[in-house]
């Protein structure tokens, strides 16, 4: 079966993301109004910010061995981390936001009167 996958150019591949779940028909109509959205704006007044994740104690998902392995939980530290463009590119925001996480949070503690009011 090896030398079979190697003469024809066949390799295990892992299947990542939602891409193949993704409706382009809708897709092209979302776009054709973001289009129309920003039709009045020049391109160093439109933004974008995007925002993912670092899974920083994440365990790799492949091994290489003779045995079988059972699975585990996944560890689920991660940071944060948030982009800021505009879509001429000249304005790129040099400061990246990385949100960690904290113990104990500062606006839950019963000592902050300014959040009681609000939903969190």
């Given at each position: 079966?090896?030398?079979?996958g190697?003469h024809h150019?066949?390799?295990?591949?892992?299947?990542?993301?939602?891409?193949?779940?993704?409706d382009i028909e809708?897709?092209?109509?979302?776009?054709?109004?973001?289009?129309?959205?920003?039709?009045?704006y020049?391109?160093?007044?439109i933004?974008?910010?995007?925002e993912?994740?670092?899974?920083?104690?994440?365990?790799?998902?492949?091994?290489?061995?003779?045995?079988?392995?059972?699975?585990?939980?996944?560890?689920?530290?991660?940071?944060?981390?948030?982009?800021l463009?505009?879509?001429?590119?000249?304005?790129?925001?040099?400061?990246?936001?990385l949100?960690?996480?904290?113990?104990r949070?500062?606006?839950?503690?019963?000592?902050?009167?300014?959040q009681?009011?609000?939903?969190?």
């Amino acid at each position: 079966m090896e030398k079979f996958g190697k003469h024809h150019c066949i390799k295990m591949n892992r299947i990542h993301g939602e891409a193949g779940s993704t409706d382009i028909e809708l897709l092209q109509i979302d776009m054709a109004a973001i289009k129309e959205k920003i039709e009045g704006y020049s391109a160093c007044d439109i933004y974008n910010f995007d925002e993912t994740a670092l899974f920083y104690a994440a365990s790799p998902r492949t091994t290489i061995s003779h045995q079988k392995f059972s699975g585990w939980k996944d560890n689920k530290k991660h940071l944060t981390v948030d982009l800021l463009c505009n879509a001429d590119g000249m304005d790129k925001w040099s400061d990246i936001l990385l949100i960690g996480h904290a113990r104990r949070p500062n606006c839950f503690n019963k000592n902050n009167k300014k959040q009681e009011a609000s939903d969190h």
